[in-house]
């Protein structure tokens, strides 16, 4: 009864979750952020409210179910902001590990895990502790970087005109899109803007939109663009969870 209603793991019983497993559902999603600042416009917990709306509604479309979110990550460049918490890389890696072995114990067969947080040392974490369940478990893990897959495949520039960029037009989009209230348009200030510069690091960074170019300018706030370009990353993202399951399906 409440496969119909839910996707999310947390909502069901031990005894419903065993049925799905009977059933053949063998695919879960785990969306891991950080808490972090995003512009003076979106909220701390962006990074990890985007992934985990992506994951729900991916989940619905490839037959998954979605763990509660990692609200915490390694945060690096921004942990100086008020609000920000860095959580050190190692943690991550043994927690993310711990939650996907646990997975693999109870029979879960394909495993994603939707990334909100770009920060190097989040990606390498979380690389680390995929690998580290296939090798063990032979289960393959997709780890998705959603507006890095949303900008490689042109789905920012069709619909927002936009690269994005942190606490940029992508990110508001999502957040546009699936909790209109938290985007604070009425505190968006440009001056936040910084274009990432590979030549000059610092701690903490001295704005909190970082744009991969100097042609990006300022934030896209459209309401409408924003639920089409969700809708189309969420369809995208769910075409390449499903291709990817179904290549790997030789293990
Ligand atoms: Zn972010």
Request: hydrophobic share 40%; aromatic share 10%.
């Amino acid at each position: 009864m409440s496969r119909e209603n839910t996707v999310r793991i947390d909502e069901l019983t031990w005894i419903e979750v065993k049925a799905l497993l009977d059933r053949g559902v063998r695919r879960f999603i785990l969306p891991v952020g950080t808490l972090e600042p995003h512009g003076t416009h979106l909220p701390l917990g962006t990074d990890t409210i985007a992934p985990y709306a992506i994951a729900l509604e991916v989940a619905r479309r490839v037959n998954a179910l979605v763990l509660p979110p990692i609200y915490y990550g390694v945060t690096k460049s921004l942990a100086g902001y008020p609000g920000a918490v860095r959580i050190e890389p190692s943690i991550l890696k043994e927690y993310v590990y711990s939650i996907l072995k646990y997975m693999a114990l109870h029979g879960f067969k394909e495993a994603v895990i939707m990334n909100g947080h770009g920060g190097r040392e989040q990606v390498e974490a979380l690389d680390k502790a995929a690998f580290r369940i296939w090798q063990e478990y032979h289960i393959p893990v997709l780890i998705i970087n959603w507006w890095s897959l949303a900008r490689e495949r042109g789905i920012t520039q069709k619909f927002l005109s936009k690269e994005g960029g942190h606490g940029g037009s992508d990110e508001t989009a999502v957040i546009y899109s699936v909790a209109p209230h938290l985007v604070k348009k009425h505190l968006y200030d440009e001056n936040q803007i910084l274009v990432y510069s590979s030549s000059i690091i610092a701690y903490p960074i001295e704005g909190t939109i970082i744009n991969y170019s100097d042609k990006e300018g300022g934030v896209l706030f459209d309401e409408t663009k924003s639920k089409k370009y969700f809708n189309m990353l969420v369809n995208e993202i769910a075409k390449v969870v499903d291709e990817y399951f179904q290549k790997v399906s030789f293990k």
